[in-house]
């Protein structure tokens, strides 16, 4: 049986005797990347990365006072001063909250925007989380990352250095799993050095504390976030650090790309 997969060669960022140094973490919400990856970012870009930080939403529904438009454009200007802090670009696909969806004009978008970062290395949610916009973002994550770079997936050029990237899933919430299981990373990252810049990142979002503390019951908005990345110290032997999961699918890069970065440093 024919496939037309067969017929296109997408090289593994493994497979390319340089790497292109294009970072790309693509969550559901404006503030998720502070809390589960930008320490890895602040190290990308401290490494001479070009780092892009998108979300699926503006952040619509994260208020209990404002209407969607007016906490949308709070919360996108506050994911632009966050990602302004490490030089990184910030994108949105402008999808809504609590209605995120794998669907074909979805997929498309996130497509598009991999088309135009053209990322070697990307960070999403991880598949099981504990709410549904984090797992369908990771799907889309999973599906633009392994299909960008066929030529015919998107209007948008292809640029040539269009890979099937590294692909790493986030820590869920609380390091666990929606039954209540730990999750076991593959990949740690130690960032007690960029816990500073890391809490200023997220500092930026000021509108989430109140609406966190009204609808999860959640206080400490910055202690929080460092209580889970001491957490994750303690398990790697240093004083915070951020995990992850390696994809390690077909056609995926399966070297340790990110423990190969900073391993000894």
């Known amino acids: 049986m024919y496939c037309p997969w067969e017929s296109i060669t997408i090289l593994r960022v493994s497979e390319r005797a340089s790497v292109n140094k294009t970072v790309l973490s693509f969550l559901a919400h404006p503030d998720d990347a502070e809390f589960l990856c930008a320490g890895a970012l602040i190290r990308l870009a401290d490494a001479g990365w070009s780092v892009h930080i998108a979300s699926a939403t503006p952040g619509d529904c994260g208020t209990m006072t404002d209407d969607r438009w007016t906490i949308g454009a709070t919360r996108t200007a506050e994911a ?25 004009p979805t997929v498309q978008k996130a497509v598009d925007l991999f088309r135009r970062v ?71 990252v130690d960032v007690s050095r960029q816990m500073e810049k890391k809490t200023a990142m997220l500092a930026c979002h000021a509108s989430q504390r109140q609406w966190l503390r009204a609808h999860h019951g959640m206080d400490e908005y910055l202690e929080s976030m460092k209580r889970h ?37």
């Open 229 to 265: 990345a001491a957490m994750r110290g303690k398990k790697l032997g240093v004083e915070f650090a951020e995990a992850f999961v390696q994809h390690r699918g077909h056609a995926y890069p399966r070297n340790d790309l990110l423990t190969e970065l900073f391993s000894g440093r």
């Open 118 to 188: 053209a990322p070697s290395l990307v960070f999403t949610h991880a598949p099981k989380d504990y709410m549904m916009d984090h797992e369908m973002t990771s799907l889309l994550a999973r599906a633009a990352s392994f299909g960008y770079a066929a030529p015919n997936v998107s209007a948008h050029p292809r640029r040539p250095e269009s890979v099937i990237p590294h692909l790493y899933y986030c820590d869920p919430v609380e390091g666990i799993d929606p039954f209540g299981h730990e999750v076991e990373p593959t990949t740690w």
């Open 80 to 104: 632009a001063r966050a990602a302004a802090l490490i030089g990184a670009a910030n994108h949105c696909l402008d999808e809504q909250d609590v209605r995120v969806v794998y669907d074909k």
